[in-house]
């Protein structure tokens, strides 16, 4: 595809897959959580440290469990890699995990049991994640077509993260479903087992398709810290930065999913409309992650960062002002465009600072940040919903405006011979 190797073609197609089942579930465990169909625990009236104990904010811990426990182990599972020389034993063995699991929610029959389902998933998610980004790194031929290979990654990843949820609006709308040997299958049930077939998928298509490329296991050191001081002038470091900016973007788009029921009840709307205004960040993304990766690999990355987040302020807090369905799915594909333009650059920053051998370790800290803003937003969203409907998307907002400051200031191009003339900063010679 545009002379993308096709491994990452591949790759990306199985991401897809996967996307798709964990997408799935982004609609499904709200839902399911409300249904009845699950034991809640006795919450009418009880509040923890002043906070009151609802329904949104018991929706908001089982889909930010899976974020918190994938992000913490990221790091250690992308140095693991990075030390062995082994990226596809890990995805392979995340898979398993993903599709197992799957199979565990429809057999779970409390909020307890699925909220150990969900941490089991977040676990298995980290083998997948940052091995999958640190392949498609080391695919890479130069630098001048990284930006290219996450651009054709992630329009594929987010092609499934993004129809996904339209797709599970439908699929529990139209369910139960009568079996052709007897007996009926719930809607829930149904979109659980998508959810397994995405991850099989998924699985097949990198044990079938993927060879590694030759690399020797990095002599990486037992150190897992961050740096977060900078050089040359700079306060802080540029992937930590980078990593902080991820952080508050991903934030910014899991701030919606917690709040399905008020949205749908303040727009006068259904699932499937909410579906499709969740999805719209996602189409954006897909429409514009290749033509904005192809020419941050020939102007350079760090204007596309600049604007992007600039553009992020005004689309989030719209959000929470916005009364009608049709101008919620205009603020969305606007926030589409904006994560659009920060996250194919972001990664090939990353990329391009990378030590040799080390890019599995490098990229966690990117995909690492973004797991923790999938885990923080839907918790802040349904610990803020008390306060006004406009207060989580505000939120969002200021911390879209403090990464514009934070990659402003101290992230510099890395691309070099780029169009526009920003120092470089290249740590890998």
């Known amino acids: ?39 809640l625990p006795g919450f009418e009236g009880a509040s923890v440290l002043g906070i009151p104990i609802t329904l949104e904010l018991l929706i908001g811990v089982a889909l930010s469990l899976f974020g918190f426990l994938n992000s913490f182990a990221q790091p250690f599972t992308g140095r693991l890699s990075d030390r062995t020389g082994r990226r596809k034993v890990y995805i392979l063995f995340g898979l398993v995990v993903l599709a197992v699991t799957s199979v565990a929610y429809a057999l779970v029959e409390s909020y307890e049991a699925l909220l150990v389902v969900r941490a089991l998933q977040g676990l298995g998610g980290a083998f997948v994640i940052p091995t999958t980004i640190a392949l498609v790194n080391d695919l890479a031929r130069s630098d001048a077509e990284r930006g290219g290979n996450f651009g054709v990654f992630n329009t594929f990843r987010l ?45 097949v298509l990198v044990t079938v398709l993927i060879t590694e490329p030759p690399m020797s296991a990095a002599e990486a050191g037992g150190n897992l810290s961050i740096a977060v001081l900078g050089d040359d002038g700079h306060l802080l470091d540029p992937v930590f930065v980078l990593g902080v900016g991820t952080f508050f973007m991903a934030t910014s788009i899991a701030l919606f999913a917690t709040l399905q029921d008020p949205i749908n009840a303040r727009l ?47 689309a989030v807090l719209t959000q929470g002002l916005v009364t009608s369905s049709s101008a919620m799915l205009v603020a969305r594909l606007v926030h589409g465009v904006s994560v659009a333009m920060v996250f194919a650059p972001s990664l090939a920053v990353a990329g391009d600072l990378a030590l040799e051998g080390e890019s599995g370790t490098t990229l966690s800290v990117l995909t690492m940040a973004f797991g923790f803003g999938t885990a923080i937003g839907p918790l802040a969203s349904g610990v803020l919903f008390g306060y006004g409907f406009v207060v989580p998307f505000a939120l969002g907002a200021v911390l879209a405006l403090a990464a514009l400051a934070l990659v402003a200031t101290q992230v510099e191009e890395t691309l070099e011979g780029a169009v526009s003339p920003i120092p470089s900063l290249r740590r890998n010679g």
Do not use: C, H
């Open 268 to 314: 006068d709307q259904g699932p499937t409309w909410f579906g499709v205004q969740f999805s719209a960040v996602v189409i954006a993304n897909v429409a514009l992650q290749v033509p904005i990766g192809r020419a941050a690999d020939r102007i350079g990355r760090k204007p596309f960062l600049v604007w992007g987040l600039a553009l992020l302020v005004p």
């Open 159 to 203: 092609i499934g993260f993004g129809f996904g949820p339209v797709v599970a609006g439908l699929v529990i709308q139209a369910g139960p479903y009568t079996l052709p040997f007897g007996g009926v299958l719930s809607g829930f049930d149904a979109a659980f087992g998508i959810a397994v077939a995405g991850a099989l998928v998924s699985f």
């Open 1 to 39: 595809m545009f002379g993308t190797d096709r491994r990452v073609v591949v790759l990306a197609l199985a991401r897809m897959a996967d996307a798709v089942a964990n997408s799935f579930l982004i609609i499904v465990l709200p839902l399911y959580i409300a249904s009845g169909e699950l034991a």
